[in-house]
């Protein structure tokens, strides 16, 4: 991402227009056809929050570690997290109360995890009861 410092105000010749937002003069495109130069203006882009990917946090009273994962995780994230889980083993939980959006290799990932043991903490609804329904798929699945 790149980043231009904010500028109070572009002169825009030949027009009455003013700048939007925090902008910076990136050229000046010039049309065949026409007399009159169109500057170009580039915003900058803030990141907003629901960009935002995984977060992880990591508390340990000495015999549970607790994760606390925020932000959105996908699938490319497992195997950091994994590597994680694997440094703090035996005894974990995840607390889950700012994750925002999940995948469902992360919620085979959870389902899987506690199964194991690890403890689903500030679980929102919508990931437990996802990983109640891959539950209940995996064990029709199996039965026939």
């Given amino acids: 991402m790149i980043w231009f410092p904010p500028c109070p105000k572009i002169a825009f010749r030949n027009t009455k227009r003013s700048p939007i937002g925090n902008c910076q003069q990136a050229g ?22 629901a960009a935002m990917t995984l977060k992880i946090e990591i508390a340990s009273d000495g015999e549970t570690a607790t994760f606390r994962l925020s932000g959105r995780i996908d699938e490319d994230q497992l195997v950091e997290l994994q590597a994680e889980v694997q440094r703090y083993r035996p ?22 995890h506690e199964g194991h043991g690890v403890e689903l903490l500030r679980c929102p609804r919508y990931i437990r009861e996802w990983i109640a329904r891959e539950r209940s798929q995996g064990t029709q699945a199996e039965e026939p």
């Fill in 91 to 112: 005894r974990l939980a995840f607390d889950l109360a700012e994750t925002t959006l999940v995948d469902l290799a992360v919620v085979r990932f959870l389902a899987a």
């Fill in 28 to 49: 000046t495109l010039r049309k065949t056809n026409s007399r009159f130069r169109k500057r170009l203006a580039v915003a900058r882009r803030l990141p907003s929050p």
